[in-house]
T-cell receptor, first 113, second 118 residues
Framework: GDSVTQMEGPVTLSEEAFLTINCTYTATGYPSLFWYVQYPGEGLQLLLK?????DKGSNKGFEATYRKETTSFHLEKGSVQVSDSAVYFC????????????FGKGTLLTVNP | GAVVSQHPSWVICKSGTSVKIECRSLDFQATTMFWYRQFPKQSLMLMAT?????????EQGVEKDKFLINHASLTLSTLTVTSAHPEDSSFYIC??????????????FGEGSRLTVL
């Protein structure tokens, strides 16, 4: 079945540091890939997405590239801010699964001033 | 983007009572909604898929008599936790897919509802 493997957290960085959160996936067919962010006590918000190979999703300084050859969708940001502190979830969905989202376990990011 | 709203955002109840959580799509019609449960510091676990006008599809291990799902209209799905017990305390999140426009499989999530059973 479909699965998502995410880098184990927690990740603690200083402000303006470079961020990478690794994500790899296993899926039948051609999944859409997503990064969702969850701030404390809130639901999930879509951060970025990519629907086909070599697509790059970007938003708020975050980027991730859909790499079919390595089945990866790593999240990066060049300079993190304290306000980026949250839990980040990598996820995939396929039409064959009726668009059920399969999530990774989540990575807690804490950015210190 | 599409907006999904949940209510209540938090609820405290006594053991043995039932609690209803509502999930509404505010600016689109959602034929399918998904209900997730999230334990502290863990990922989201899909509980069931709610289909408008038909019975919900429950994931393996989820008690359908315990977690009643009703999707009576294209903009509203409800989750009722029946005879709640402390182990049902959790963060419940609904999501919906907007079938109009470009369909990338993106789901839109509600704000979540935190249930505490005393």
């Amino acid at each position: 079945g479909d699965s998502v493997t995410q880098m184990e957290g927690p990740v603690t960085l200083s402000e303006e540091a470079f961020l990478t959160i690794n994500c790899t996936y296993t899926a039948t067919g051609y999944p859409s890939l997503f990064w969702y962010v969850q701030y404390p006590g809130e639901g999930l918000q879509l951060l970025l997405k990519a629907t086909k190979a070599d697509d790059k999703g970007s938003n708020k300084g975050f980027e991730a590239t859909y790499r079919k050859e390595t089945t990866s969708f790593h999240l990066e940001k060049g300079s993190v801010q304290v306000s980026d502190s949250a839990v980040y979830f990598c996820a995939l969905s396929t039409a064959s699964s009726n668009y059920k989202l399969t999530f990774g376990k989540g990575t807690l990011l804490t950015v210190n001033p | 983007g599409a907006v999904v709203s949940q209510h209540p955002s938090w609820v405290i109840c006594k053991s043995g009572t039932s609690v209803k959580i509502e999930c509404r799509s505010l600016d689109f019609q959602a034929t399918t909604m998904f209900w997730y449960r999230q334990f502290p510091k863990q990922s989201l676990m899909l509980m069931a898929t709610s289909n408008e006008g038909s019975k919900a599809t429950y994931e393996q291990g989820v008690e359908k008599d315990k977690f009643l799902i009703n999707h009576a209209s294209l903009t509203l799905s409800t989750l009722t936790v029946t005879s709640a017990h402390p182990e049902d305390s959790s963060f419940y999140i609904c999501s919906a897919r907007d079938p109009t426009g470009e369909d990338t499989g993106e789901l839109f999530f509600g704000e979540g509802s935190r249930l505490t059973v005393l």
